[in-house]
């Protein structure tokens, strides 16, 4: 992907419409075309990147700056009761759009929406093997 033919970037750019809340120098939000919630929106960081496991830290710091705001925006004027902050990367993750962005998601008791995992008991030994990869060297 590069800019070129990207979506998000197409909207930084002022090419494509969007319904755009807030901007810094770093990023820009604006609503999610189709919203899970009341208030769905995306972060995204101007400059372009795949996925937010390739984007300059400093864009992911700025993006997750603007996303606390937006969700203390969905509590406090939506009249919010929660909101989950998530970011796929990579199509196995559920990427579709393949420009770094930060789905911030409103949630009102009884939305109905399901969390994004099933809980599963695993061995101790398991995630102790997988915390040695994971860990600082
Ligand atoms: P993801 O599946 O995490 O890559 O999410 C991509 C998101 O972008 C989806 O929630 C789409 O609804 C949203 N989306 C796609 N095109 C647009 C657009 N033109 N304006 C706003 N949101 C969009
Ligand atoms: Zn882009």
Known sequence: MTEADCLFCSIVAGEN???VIREDDR???FMDI????????????????DDLTLS?????AAC?????????????????????????AKPAAGQTVFHTHLHVIPRYEGDGLKQPWIPNNVDAAE???????????
């Open 17 to 19: 419409p969007a319904t």
């Open 27 to 29: 990023t820009l939000a």
């Open 34 to 49: 189709n919203p899970a919630t009341r208030g769905h929106c995306l972060v995204i960081p101007k400059r372009h990147s």
């Open 56 to 60: 300059d830290p400093e864009d992911i």
């Open 64 to 88: 997750s700056i603007a996303a606390q705001e937006l969700a203390q925006r969905a509590i406090s004027k939506l009249g919010a009761d929660g909101v989950a902050l998530i970011s796929f």
């Open 127 to 137: 995630i102790e093997s997988s915390a040695k990869e994971m860990s600082n060297d």
